[in-house]
């Protein structure tokens, strides 16, 4: 990581090792077990749409796929593929969703999420991994040409403030070293890169949006969910 700084380029989960991917899971997996279902209960249209039966969702930058499997349980009509680019974090994902017993249901596929096909789901989902990508306009593409007619997506990054100020508060500094210590990193070890890091502000990702296609931006009445925001896409 000093050599990083000092010279350019990044550092890659791969790099970064076990220690750090499954610490990152593990922060999240509460919240997605225990309140995920609970939040996506208090937007109708979306709960709706997720409950209908035959249902497919797809899990962009599943990690080790606590929120593909939370997703799985809430909706048990649906259908749900997790896709990752890190073939580790794809390991250990695979064996989460063994170890519960869902894999009839969900799918974990290695690969870069560009490459979602077309027309073939309802929802996309994107968990706190955007602001991680060193190409997040043509991931959001790919995952809006992925949706069915009138599906969404629905992202989930952090609830930072609106525009910098100083001093930042508690959740900004936090966020700061958050990405300092890796987001940004591992964002800049594959150029080209947007280098987003994980202060990634509300105007940002209506940009990236509206670059990839979509056309309406909207945050959703979603409250307490930790350091998070809930950001629905359409097309």
């Not at 690969?111 to 991994?129: H, K, M, R, S, T």
């Not at 508690?170 to 990193?185: A, H, N």
Request: net charge negative; aromatic share 8%; proline share 6%.
């Amino acid at each position: 990581m000093e050599r990083s700084y000092r010279d350019g380029g990044g550092v890659s989960w791969s790099q970064y090792g076990a220690d750090a991917r499954e610490s990152q899971a593990d922060m999240n997996r509460p919240w997605y077990e225990r309140a995920l279902a609970p939040a996506l209960a208090t937007v109708p249209d979306l709960d709706r749409r997720l409950r209908q039966s035959g249902t497919k969702i797809a899990d962009v930058g599943c990690g080790g796929a606590w929120s593909t499997i939370a997703l799985a349980r809430a909706y048990p009509q649906a259908q749900l593929v997790g896709h990752d680019i890190d073939p580790a974090s794809v390991r250990l994902a695979g064996e989460n969703v063994d170890a519960a017993g869902l894999g009839d249901r969900v799918r974990i596929y290695s690969g870069d999420a560009a490459e979602l096909p077309e027309g073939a789901y309802d929802v996309v989902f994107a968990f706190e991994c955007v602001h991680d990508m060193p190409q997040p306009v043509a991931v959001l593409a790919a995952a809006m040409r992925s949706l069915k007619p009138g599906g969404v997506m629905v992202v989930m990054d952090e609830a930072v403030a609106e525009a910098f100020a100083a001093p930042g508060d508690d959740v900004e500094r936090l966020m700061y070293g958050f990405s300092i210590l890796i987001c940004l990193p591992d964002g800049l070890s594959h150029p080209p890169s947007a280098g987003t890091g994980t202060v990634m502000r509300a105007d940002t990702l209506r940009r990236y949006a509206n670059e990839a296609g979509f056309a309406d931006v909207s945050v959703l009445p979603i409250v307490g969910f930790g350091f998070w925001r809930f950001y629905q896409l359409t097309a």
